[in-house]
């Protein structure tokens, strides 16, 4: 069974920096579109953007371009999500998310089971 | 960017009741890239129909989604206690991949 795991909770001040991590299982990890997906508390989905780890190939929402770093390394089946200098307004839960067989074209699949992030004074 | 708007935002049903969710696009979704998502307290979401109406792997057959170009449609012909949930459209046809804002599902 195909899981992505995602690394545990975190709690920063403001303006520290931060990786998140999200490991999938199985040889073909290189060959999906892996997504991050922000909730707010109490609030909604928001898409943040996608890589594809096979060639690093990265796409952003507007909304979230140069205010985070979408990254991968294939090796180890693992993609990165991080900040330079965290804000309080960053306060969520970030779930990482796999298209399908069809890649971007596709919706996500397998979810992550999310990391909470907290930035607090 | 696609903006989605569903409605009801809240939705109160009672078990074995029929639900219909709405999910309405600001522009046409090409090639009907359009799912939906169900989401419980503390839980991941999770897939329940890709291609407006194709359910994913081991979803029920009282799920149902159903539309094209701006409307959508999510269809819950009978509801069962574990449905009351919330629940999200995506549209993955145009970058960036937006979410509507969801529709809760409660016990009425």
């Known amino acids: 069974e195909v899981q992505l795991v995602q690394s545990g909770a975190e709690v920063k001040n403001p303006g520290e920096s931060l990786k998140i991590s999200c490991k999938g299982s199985?040889?073909?990890?290189?060959?999906?579109?892996i997504g991050w997906v922000r909730q707010m508390p109490g609030k909604g989905l928001e898409w943040m953007g996608i890589i594809y780890p096979g060639d690093s190939d990265t796409r952003y929402s507007p909304s979230f371009q140069g205010q985070v770093t979408i990254s991968a390394d294939k090796s180890i089946s693992t993609a990165y999500l991080q900040w330079s200098s965290l804000k309080a307004s960053d306060t969520a839960m970030y779930y990482c998310?796999?298209?399908?067989?069809?890649?971007?074209?596709?919706?996500?699949?397998?979810w992550g089971q999310g990391t909470m992030v907290t930035v607090s004074s | 960017e696609i903006v989605l708007t569903q409605s009801p935002g809240t939705l109160s049903l009672s078990p074995g009741e029929r639900a219909t969710l709405s999910c309405r696009a600001s522009q046409s979704l090409s090639s009907s890239y359009l799912a939906w998502y169900q989401q419980k307290p503390s839980q991941a979401p999770r897939l329940l129909i890709y291609?407006?109406?194709s359910r994913a792997t081991g979803i029920p057959d009282r799920f149902s989604g159903s539309g094209s170009g701006t409307d959508f449609t999510l269809t819950i012909s009978r509801l069962e206690p574990e449905d009351f949930a919330v629940y999200f459209c995506?549209?993955?046809?145009?970058?960036?991949?937006?979410f509507g804002q969801g529709t809760k599902l409660e016990i009425k």
């Open positions: 995506q549209q993955y046809g145009s970058s960036p991949f937006t």
């Open positions: 998310a796999r298209h399908g067989l069809r890649g971007y074209r596709d919706a996500f699949d397998i």
């Open positions: 291609g407006a109406s």
């Open positions: 199985g040889d073909s990890f290189i060959t999906y579109w």
